[in-house]
């Protein structure tokens, strides 16, 4: 069964760092997009980050570009989401999810969070960051 666990959330001070964790099971990382994406307090979901797991190919949101970094580690099938630079609007649930999409085309469909990616992806249950002094 294919399950994904969220580690690495807390409070930060604002410009301070964290790195999130997306343990994955039930499935072997390559024919896969897994995408971060974040819901803060009366906010719609969005996405913040996406990596193609066959060949490390990346794509942003525009909030996170240059701060953010998405990464695998195929060997402990985990994909990691390095946050520098923490804002207090960065606030919110982080959550990570799986999807059978490849290539450029999947990427933009991920983190635009296009149907394609959320209809019958499989999410791990969350994990929260606080940017606060």
């Known amino acids: 069964q294919l399950q994904l666990v969220e580690s690495g959330g807390g409070l930060v001070q604002p410009g301070g760092s964290l790195r999130l964790s997306c343990a994955a099971s039930?499935?072997?990382?390559?024919?896969?997009?897994i995408g971060w994406f974040r819901q803060a307090p009366g906010k719609e979901r969005e996405g913040v980050a996406c990596?193609?797991?066959?060949?490390?190919?990346?794509i942003y949101g525009d909030s996170v570009k240059g701060r953010f970094t998405i990464s695998r580690d195929n060997a402990k099938n985990t994909v990691y989401l390095q946050m520098n630079s923490l804002k207090p609007e960065d606030t919110a649930i982080y959550s990570c999810?799986?999807?059978?999409?490849?290539?450029?085309?999947?990427?933009?469909?991920?983190?635009?969070?296009?149907?394609?990616?959320?209809?019958?992806?499989?999410w791990g249950q969350g994990t929260q960051v606080t940017v606060s002094s």
């Open positions: 039930g499935f072997t990382l390559d024919a896969y997009t």
């Open positions: 999810a799986v999807q059978q999409i490849q290539g450029p085309l999947g990427l933009r469909l991920c983190v635009s969070m296009s149907t394609v990616m959320t209809t019958g992806a499989s």
């Open positions: 990596i193609s797991l066959n060949d490390g190919s990346t």
